[in-house]
């Protein structure tokens, strides 16, 4: 139970120190897109994602802010601080985890014996997380009867975000093809905004393909393995399409429909009939396994009334058609179109493609 209490005063905490720490920014520093104008073509090679390491190396690089926070959840004067860094790119890490050392906090708590905690973030151009970590203590009485922050308690661990922005100037969305042990392949979906990727650590290095879409039809993929662009083949071919199981036809004498039954299941054509002159038609229906149809229904292209039936002897009717365009189909009382079928791969499907 205590250490459930514990957790749930973590995590309030934590969101304290985000809200502070985004006000604090925003008060004090330009949080304006740093990419204006016009988007830049997309880059030629992803070596961040190759690796968690990789990922560090590129986030540190990023560093522009550092934040820290102090107290508990009976804080009544917070302590938190957020510090700019004059350039960023720094090579150095040092001089900004300095930043974090060398000032103090102040706050207030209503109960001194609850649990308290630090935390650090870095932090961006823009305000995205990089880095952070949090420690837990409780404070002490000294010699004197006051209660103090113990010796070793302040220092903070900080860990790589569970997502790093990764700055990609133009891209509208991106999303990673990963490959697991067996071959199977699932599409992650990645968060953009603010010209960033929102790149999940736990993707670095693994067996897939990053693709990224640009400005206009710009459209690149990345071994996610090397970083390096990966090749794509261009082609050019225009499909031929066709609704399977219509049969268009125009002014016929007769309709005779002979579909190909198996067991009862076949295929039972749409007939599409365009008339340039009204005439009586003559329809007659029987399958390959001698089943004769028992009527045929004609409807009107384009209007809203229902379609006529019109009732067969031996599988054959007469039936008046005018000037206009007919969609006509036959029924069998025991014979069926077969079930239709989608790829696997049909975005209806779910998730996870094989």
């Given at each position: 139970m205590k250490k459930t209490i514990r957790l749930m005063m973590a995590m309030l905490v934590m969101l304290v120190m985000m809200v502070v720490g985004y006000n604090v920014m925003a008060a004090g520093y330009p949080v304006d897109?740093?990419?204006?104008?016009t988007p830049q073509d997309l880059p030629s090679n992803m070596w961040m994602v190759t690796s968690t390491k990789a990922l560090e190396s590129y986030a540190k690089q990023q560093v522009c802010f550092a934040n820290s926070y102090g107290g508990s959840a009976g804080t009544i004067l917070p302590g938190g601080k957020t510090w700019a860094e004059v350039a960023t790119n720094h090579?150095?890490?040092?001089?900004i985890q300095q930043l974090l050392s060398n000032e103090e906090l102040s706050f207030r708590v209503l109960d001194p014996e609850?649990?308290?905690?630090?935390?650090?973030?870095?932090?961006?151009?823009?305000?995205?997380g990089l880095f952070w970590g949090w420690t837990q203590y409780k404070l002490a009485r000294d010699k004197y009867g006051?209660?103090?922050?113990p010796n070793?308690?302040?220092?903070?661990?900080?860990?790589l975000a569970d997502q790093v922005p990764i700055c990609v100037p133009g891209v509208q969305y991106a999303y990673v093809i990963a490959t697991n042990e067996y071959g199977q392949r699932q599409y992650v979906g990645l968060p953009v905004g603010n010209q960033r990727i929102m790149y999940y650590t736990s993707l670095a290095g693994m067996k897939g393909q990053l693709i990224v879409a640009g400005a206009g039809v710009q459209r690149k993929a990345y071994d996610i393995g090397t970083g390096d662009e990966i090749p794509s083949t261009p082609i050019d071919q225009a499909v031929q399409a066709a609704i399977k199981g219509?049969?268009?036809?125009?002014t016929p004498a007769e309709i005779r429909s002979n579909p190909e039954s198996k067991n009862g299941k076949g295929l039972n054509p749409l007939y599409q009939v365009r008339m340039t002159s009204p005439s009586w038609t003559e329809m007659s229906g029987k399958t390959t396994e001698g089943e004769y149809a028992t009527g045929v229904y004609v409807r009107k292209v384009g209007s809203w009334d229902e379609p006529v039936f019109y009732p067969c002897v031996r599988?054959?009717?007469?039936?008046?058609?005018?000037f206009d365009v007919y969609d006509i189909w036959f029924v069998y009382?025991?014979?069926?179109?077969?079930?239709?079928?989608?790829?696997?791969?049909?975005?209806?499907?779910?998730?996870?493609?094989?």
């Open positions: 897109n740093p990419y204006p104008g090579p150095d890490i040092r001089v609850a649990d308290q905690f630090f935390y650090a973030q870095l932090r961006d151009q823009i305000g995205y006051n209660w103090q922050v070793g308690a302040t220092t903070v661990e900080m860990s219509i049969i268009c036809l125009d599988g054959t009717a007469f039936v008046p058609l005018g009382p025991n014979f069926g179109n077969d079930e239709p079928s989608l790829p696997p791969w049909w975005y209806g499907g779910g998730g996870e493609m094989g």
